[in-house]
């Protein structure tokens, strides 16, 4: 069974980059698109955006200038950086397996909530 | 960005019952609509994809129709874990959004 975790800072202060990372067990980290999403309080997910195995990525237009995730086989591991936080960007930060390229979404992370506040 | 709607916002209903909740996009977005369920305090789960077909695991009482800019989940009889929000997604041209939610009570 495939299992994703996220870690990271759970507070972050304005202005400041956040640094997640997601570490996948019992699979492969190749041939999938691996998958960041978010969820406001009390609001919709929001798409972050993905990276392949073949290092191809593609962001949310609305962070692209922000954002860049990035892929380690050798750990097993992606990871989201999210530069100049404000409080807008306050949610719960999931990882996730899309089969696809499409948000076929088959495995997630448990999700980890993300403040900022000076 | 495509714009997806749903309605309604929250349904009230008893176990048993059968439920239809709507999605509309935008644009035309083909057939590449997700719909997921959420519990509270947990990860979306995914219901169906391309509008129709059931993921993996997901109970037959679950499906999906429609094409273009309008959508319908239905679930056949409710049963009380199908208690929980509801989010379509379209999936034809990132940035993939997400509707508003529909919160599915039990009355």
């Known amino acids: 069974q495939v299992q994703l975790q996220e870690s990271g800072p759970g507070l972050v202060k304005p202005s400041e980059t956040l640094s997640l990372t997601c570490t996948v067990s019992?699979?492969?980290?190749?041939?999938?698109?691996w998958t960041w999403i978010r969820q406001p309080p009390g609001k919709e997910p929001e798409w972050i955006g993905y990276?392949?195995?073949?290092?191809?990525?593609n962001y949310n237009p609305s962070l692209k200038s922000r954002v860049t995730i990035s892929l380690d086989t050798s750990k097993n591991q992606f990871s989201l950086n999210l530069r100049s936080m404000t409080a807008a960007d306050t949610a719960v930060y999931y990882c996730?397996?899309?089969?696809?390229?499409?948000?076929?979404?088959?495995?997630w992370g448990q999700g980890t909530r993300v403040t900022v506040s000076s | 960005d495509f714009q997806m709607t749903q309605s309604p916002s929250s349904l009230s209903a008893s176990v048993g019952d059968r439920v239809t909740i709507t999605c509309r996009a935008s644009?035309?977005?083909?057939?590449?609509l997700n719909w997921y369920q959420q519990r509270p305090g947990k990860a979306p789960k995914l219901l169906i994809f391309?509008?129709?077909s059931l993921q993996s695991g997901v109970p037959s009482r679950f499906s999906g129709s429609g094409s273009g800019t309008d959508f319908t989940l239905s679930v056949s009889s409710l049963q009380p874990e199908d208690f929980a929000t509801y989010y379509c997604?379209?999936?034809?041209?990132?940035?993939?959004?997400f509707g508003q939610g529909t919160t599915l009570e039990i009355k």
């Open positions: 996730a397996r899309d089969r696809d390229g499409y948000s076929r979404i088959d495995y």
């Open positions: 644009q035309s977005i083909s057939k590449y």
């Open positions: 391309t509008a129709s």
């Open positions: 990276i392949h195995d073949s290092g191809s990525t």
């Open positions: 019992s699979g492969s980290i190749t041939s999938y698109y």
């Open positions: 997604q379209q999936t034809y041209s990132p940035p993939y959004t």
